[in-house]
């Protein structure tokens, strides 16, 4: 599956753009750069992400960073994700 976001908004909680999976792989919604994290240095193509690594994903169509709330998602009832 692939992170995946277009523009529609949660029906609930939030209210913000959702994220989902999906399986199609070919998708241009589905295309997120990896960025260090706020107020790092950049990172440099090719390096390696380690595990406990704190990065950022932006979406390309959009250039909005993934995001989380508290807010329990309506699909899942798990913690919701989304961008901003």
Not at 58 to 78: A, C, D, M, R, W
Not at 79 to 84: A, D, K, L, T
């Amino acid at each position: 599956y692939s992170l995946h976001s277009h523009e529609l908004t949660w029906g609930s909680g939030s209210d913000q753009q959702s994220i989902t999976a999906v399986k199609d792989i070919n998708d241009p919604n589905s295309l997120w750069i990896i960025k260090e994290k706020n107020h790092d240095y950049p990172c440099e193509t090719g390096q390696p992400i380690k595990c406990r690594d704190i990065i950022r994903l932006e979406h390309v169509n959009t250039s909005k960073n993934l995001h989380s709330h508290q807010y329990p998602s309506f699909i899942s009832g798990s913690q919701e994700v989304f961008y901003y």
